[in-house]
């Protein structure tokens, strides 16, 4: 492929990525900030103000928008695919993902030297392919981070979360070392540090508002956003593990489409249980473990805030269905959220499978900085001069991490050529 030939689709897949994820972000800020209004007339008596709070609805849909267009991009690359003979020509063959049932999985791990030919799985995973059951841990991380990370923007500003989870190199790495005890070269430490400095200068020398709480800097805000980037870390590295134990088996479309769709059925499964008995459950967990550490001071944290508010007990399901349909506007926002988020995973694996890991990275920091600076345009932000700090020295740490892969992919290349 010439240089003219590959530049078209790198241009393309770029753009996607920038214009998909913009939209997105500034629609999830959107719809979680905004007071939609039934009626055109601001006067008018009957009027209801209302703001959207089902965000595992939302991730609902998010997720089954991702998973219908995996499916469709799938069956169109892999529709010239000959299915070998002595295999079903089924639906998990069409799109290449036979390898979740157990004979799939054990052909793949026999063909990456991962399991002795002969040798059949054993326990669980005679029933259950392993590599299915990776996908079940992840997507359980990714929907319950994504989750964390729509509640955290109540309590924090979108410039100061979209600045934090362009660090996911620091969890990253924290999660590759403690669960897969993998090592990394010293600059990597370098690039962790200069981020989490960075992080720090923009979340706590920001100026504080009393008029703002609801984008203030809060510890709770905080919290749900540090639980968030250790799981989304734990998520990215179980994903690695994937790619490395599978290799060819497993592309990251078909990763996509099956995390999509593991993410879709936990979220309709949560939309079906009444808001008011998860708050029941809730309390009095809460409850139980205060009396068990009781007089302990964990037992005061455990008790405070708990109150009986007018909860519904209808399902979040049909409420926030009932929600989109007295806000047609909040409908519409939804839908564009839900369908700029799977282009956009769409146009990331596909500059992953055409270019390389060093490309895509290259793309998606700059479109996080550009994001956050048209959040900061769009929604009025005010930043203080040692936040701005705090936003070169995250963005320099980053830059060391894209100098050093590039210098790194040039050595290989070198190495190849002598």
């Not at 900085?369 to 930043?383: D, R």
């Amino acid at each position: 492929m010439s240089s003219r030939q590959g530049l078209v689709p790198l241009v393309a897949c770029a753009l996607a990525i920038y214009t998909m994820f913009l939209v997105w972000g500034l629609l999830q800020e959107k719809i979680t900030s905004t007071t939609y209004r039934t009626g055109d007339d601001p006067l008018d008596p009957f009027s209801v103000s209302e703001r959207f709070t089902y965000g595992a609805m939302l991730n609902a849909i998010q997720a089954l928008c991702s998973c219908m267009a995996a499916s469709l991009y799938l069956l169109y690359r892999r529709r010239r695919v000959v299915v070998p003979a002595g295999q079903s020509s089924g639906t998990l063959q069409r799109l290449g993902l036979d390898v979740l049932t157990p004979s799939g999985c054990e052909r793949a791990l026999v063909a990456r030297g991962r399991l002795p030919a002969g040798k059949r799985l054993t326990g669980l995973s005679r029933y259950v392919s392993p590599l299915l059951q990776q996908y079940l841990l992840v997507s359980a991380l990714q929907s319950t981070a994504s989750w964390l990370s729509l509640v955290a923007l109540r309590h924090l500003s979108f410039p100061a979360i979209t600045l934090a989870k362009s660090s996911k190199l620091v969890p990253v790495l924290v999660m590759n070392v403690l669960l897969y005890r993998r090592h990394f070269a010293t600059y990597k430490y370098v690039v962790v540090a200069l981020v989490t400095v960075g992080v720090w200068m923009f979340m706590a020398l920001g100026k504080k508002k009393a008029a703002a709480v609801a984008h203030g800097n809060s510890v709770l805000g905080m919290t749900l956003l540090a639980v968030h980037l250790m799981l989304d870390g734990a998520t990215n590295s179980t994903q690695d593990e994937v790619f490395a134990t599978y290799a060819s088996s497993v592309s990251g479309t078909q990763m996509m489409l099956v995390m999509n769709a593991i993410s879709a059925t936990y979220m309709t499964t949560a939309l079906l249980v009444p808001e008011g008995l998860v708050h029941y459950l809730v309390v009095h967990a809460r409850q139980l473990l205060a009396s068990l550490v009781h007089p302990h001071w964990i037992a005061a944290v455990l008790m405070a805030g708990i109150s009986t508010p007018k909860l519904s007990w209808t399902p979040q399901l049909v409420s926030g269905c009932q929600f989109l349909m007295r806000h047609p506007d909040a409908a519409r926002d939804v839908l564009g959220y839900a369908m700029a988020g799977a282009l956009g995973q769409i146009a990331i694996f596909e500059t992953l499978e055409r270019f390389g890991s060093l490309t895509l990275v290259s793309i998606t920091v700059t479109r996080k900085l550009f994001t956050m600076l048209l959040s900061i345009l769009v929604y009025k932000h005010h930043l203080r001069s040692l936040q701005w700090v705090g936003v070169a020295v995250v963005f320099a740490g980053l830059f060391i991490e894209m100098r050093q892969k590039q210098q790194q992919q040039r050595a290989a290349a070198q190495a190849k050529t002598q």
